[in-house]
């Protein structure tokens, strides 16, 4: 295996800077057989391409390596810290100057193999990186990322807090043992504007109060909490959250366990402000009767823009809904609603 074949594809993290006044940026640096691409690390979108041959490192010797698409260094700038990525930068220049002839060919070969390195860059490689992270995150981390997130959301919006009345909290965690089966992945956030239901990784349901203060039954939250636990089988809100931290945080998670904090920055206070999750009429008509509680419930809290879910809903046959007792007592109801009382 020559040195050039050996790190094709390799890529790592690295600071760049577009120009002596600019910032610099966190990007995603990819080896090709002739070219450097560096993409923006959180928008993965492609922001220069060197030829190697025309790489110069600018501080031999020392570190972080700063290197330039020209020898004076009056342009780009790339610094970098990985020894992997280093060491392979090193080795493909040095045998690309070891092989005069062949540079006019690889200058040739350049352009068609950029096209396919930033297209990998931009398409495969974060979305792959984020679906194989978000696949081998345990639960119990998943419920920690959830409940960090719902902190710095609430955190972050004025006079939100989470409710956590004592009586309202137990009843809470009982109506959530009955319908999601843990009743410590549910919570009512106050003085939240827009939220309605959400839910964030970790199978974390979050009911805003003004919801629940409005609804008449136990059945009816039921319904919006099943909601929510459905659009998370649907799409992982694990991977939205590694998409808005970026590559580099993701990698951090993927090598070290850890989310770095600034991850969660904006994340969950976006995912607050959603519009309430809008299920399929058939499987929630099936989970409320394997509930054994009436849809109807549910059906009729719906908001008016939401008239054509509640009429499937009302249409869905009743399936064993009166085999069992109701949700919660209303004594235990009306406690739960006083969860925010403070």
């Known amino acids: ?4 074949t050996k790190y094709q594809r390799l890529e790592g993290p ?27 690390s959180r928008s993965g979108a492609v922001l220069s391409h060197w030829s190697l041959p025309a790489v110069r490192r600018l501080n031999p010797g020392r570190m972080p390596a700063l290197y330039a698409p020209e020898a ?51 398409f ?24 960090v997130a719902l902190e710095a959301a609430v955190s972050s919006h004025e006079g939100a807090r989470i409710c956590a009345e004592p009586a309202g909290l137990q009843a809470l965690g009982r109506l959530g043992e009955r319908v999601l089966a843990h009743g410590d992945r549910v919570a009512v956030v106050d003085g939240f504007d827009g939220l309605v239901a959400a839910h964030l990784p970790g199978d974390l349901v979050v009911i805003g109060r003004d919801l629940l203060e409005r609804l008449d039954s136990a059945e009816a939250l039921a319904g919006y909490m099943i909601a ?12 939205d959250l590694l998409r808005h ?11 070290t366990g850890d989310l ?20 399929d009429p058939a499987e929630m008509a099936a989970r409320f009767g394997a509930l054994g509680a009436p849809v109807t419930a549910y059906a009729l809290s719906l908001p008016s823009e939401a008239e054509g879910l509640a009429q499937a809903l009302a249409d869905q046959p009743a399936q064993g809904a009166s085999e069992r007792a109701r949700l919660l007592s209303d004594g235990a109801w009306i406690t739960l609603q006083s969860i925010c009382v403070q």
């Open 1 to 4: 295996m020559t040195a050039l």
């Open 14 to 40: 690295g600071l760049w800077r577009g120009d002596p006044q600019a910032q610099r940026r966190d990007v995603v640096v990819a080896l090709g057989e002739a070219s450097l691409v560096i993409t923006d």
């Open 72 to 122: 004076d260094g009056n342009s780009e700038t790339l610094e970098l810290d990985d020894d992997t990525l280093i060491d392979a930068l090193e080795t493909i220049r040095a045998a690309l100057v070891r092989h005069p002839p062949l540079r006019q060919l690889r200058r040739v070969l350049g352009v068609a193999a950029l096209a396919v390195v930033a297209g990998l860059a931009v």
């Open 124 to 147: 495969w490689l974060p979305g792959a990186l984020v679906r194989h992270t978000a696949g081998i995150v345990p639960d119990a981390r998943r419920i920690e990322i959830g409940r």
């Open 228 to 239: 929510e636990v459905m659009a998370a089988e649907a799409r992982d809100p694990l991977r």
């Open 245 to 255: 931290a970026g590559t580099r945080a993701t990698l951090a998670l993927l090598t």
């Open 260 to 279: 770095p904090r600034g991850s969660y920055v904006d994340y969950g206070a976006d995912r607050l402000a959603q519009p309430a999750a809008m299920p």
